[in-house]
């Protein structure tokens, strides 16, 4: 979450976050507006599914990105 922020104020027009990032993986991902603190969260997990819910507020406008991925191979249950 902290590196997306610092990656997105790099941008052209960039304000800042339009939100607080959520990145969460395994049973996190499945907390409404979790959020994560440093030195309690949860390392991404490669067997799990991951979420990232991310946005920013530009000089022209308003963004809102939301992704799932599985960096490994999902369950049954997952797909």
């Known amino acids: ?3 997306i922020g610092r990656r997105r104020k790099c941008m052209q027009n960039c304000i800042g976050d339009s939100f607080p990032t959520i990145s969460s ?5 499945a907390v409404i ?3 994560a603190e440093h030195g309690s969260c949860a ?3 490669p067997d799990s599914i991951y ?4 946005g ?3 000089l022209d ?3 809102d990105v939301t992704r799932t991925l599985h960096f490994g191979a999902p369950s049954e249950e997952e797909v």
Do not use: F, R, S, V
């Open 25 to 29: 993986t395994g049973a996190n991902a």
């Open 61 to 63: 406008g308003t963004t």
């Open 1 to 3: 979450a902290d590196e």
């Open 33 to 35: 507006h979790y959020h």
């Open 56 to 58: 920013g507020q530009y």
């Open 51 to 54: 979420l990232c819910d991310t």
């Open 43 to 45: 390392a991404i997990d």
